[in-house]
């Protein structure tokens, strides 16, 4: 397993990292807390050193489950985890359904220290702004805060997780070009590019890193779906339009020259390596079985895609894979 720099810092991690959100829930299938366990574990022995998990998953027992597999493993991997969220209040009805969030410095600080103690650790590598609007972007008080914990050696670097339609490319931008932060996290894969391209242009500049979440495009790029696939009641696909996985389906298609024999990668390792070759610095993919784990990690090691099948990838992008959009 290869491993790459957040730009000019000492924060490193895996080229395949791992994003825990789904373990032990049912928002992405049915992942069980020993599930978890045991697909951490064979995340360690496939080389995988970073793990992304956050306080609102599962209200906090996302992080413990994580902190208590990686805590003999704790100098030897990268652990990163958001706040923002008032976990206790509950989701309101409008902004997404999401619950109230809050930026002053008693609660950043009093956030961090709740992650501490169900990490079971005295630092955090990369926290978090999660899913911000451009107030958060904008509080001296909160950046003050941060830079004070990181002076205190709890947490190592700060960064943003951009959530899309709220808080997207504008926050990304602002954040990248006032703020002193190590990373960037953003929805970016083969067939959902913007505005991960210009969060990763800007942060190129100002010497940050990015890492890509979503990246087989909610499951479209494993190419194991079929127009008659049907999701369950806590698979949050199933509340994605039809004509999602209609027209995904057929933009598959249009880039199978990606995995066609002889290239000796799936579609899914071409979806990975399209996002290293392009210059993010690690990618995290939604793992919930084994056999994802194996071959997520194999692509770090998968052929680069050539010169030629990025621009090709490009010109087909800008057509929109020369895909017909579905009456809705």
């Known amino acids: 397993m290869r491993t790459r720099r957040f730009g000019s810092t000492d924060l490193e991690a895996s ?66 985890t958001k706040f923002g969220y008032e976990l206790g209040e509950g989701r309101r009805e409008h902004s997404e359904g999401e619950r109230p969030q809050r930026w002053d410095p008693a609660f950043v600080r009093a956030a961090l220290e709740a992650s501490l103690r169900r990490l079971g650790t005295d630092r955090v590598d990369l926290y978090q702004l999660h899913n911000p609007r451009m107030g958060a972007i904008e509080s001296d008080e909160t950046f003050a805060a941060l830079e004070e914990l990181k002076a205190e050696g709890k947490i190592r670097h700060y960064g943003i997780a951009l ?18 932060i190590s990373s960037v996290q953003t929805v970016y894969n083969l067939l959902e590019q913007e505005p991960g391209r210009e969060l990763l242009e800007a942060a190129t500049q100002h010497d940050a890193g990015v890492m890509a979440r979503v990246p087989t495009s909610s499951g479209l790029l494993d190419d ?27 933009k598959i298609e249009r880039i199978r020259f ?26 995290i993919p939604t793992i919930t079985s084994g056999a994802e784990m194996r071959e997520y990690a194999a692509a770090s090691d998968a052929p680069r895609l050539s010169a030629d099948e990025l621009a090709r990838v490009g010109e087909l992008y800008e057509r929109n894979f020369d895909v017909e959009p579905v009456s809705a």
């Open 15 to 80: 080229e395949i990292g791992f994003g825990t959100w789904a373990l032990g829930s049912n928002w992405w299938g049915d992942v069980t807390e020993s599930d978890g366990e045991r697909l951490l574990g064979e995340a360690l022995e496939l080389g995988i050193t970073f793990f992304d998990t956050g306080d609102a998953y599962s209200r906090g027992a996302n992080e413990e489950l994580v902190g208590r597999v990686l805590a003999p493993h704790r100098d030897d991997v990268a652990i990163a």
């Open 163 to 180: 959530g899309p339609a709220i808080g997207w490319r504008e926050e990304g931008l602002r954040a990248i070009s006032t703020r002193d």
């Open 224 to 250: 194991n779906l079929t127009p008659e696939t049907r999701f369950g009641d806590g698979d949050h696909r199933r509340h994605r339009p039809p004509e999602w996985l209609v027209e995904g389906l057929q």
């Open 258 to 283: 990606l995995c066609e024999p002889g290239s000796r990668r799936t579609m899914a390792q071409a979806a990975l390596r399209f996002i290293l070759d392009t210059g993010m610095t690690t990618v």
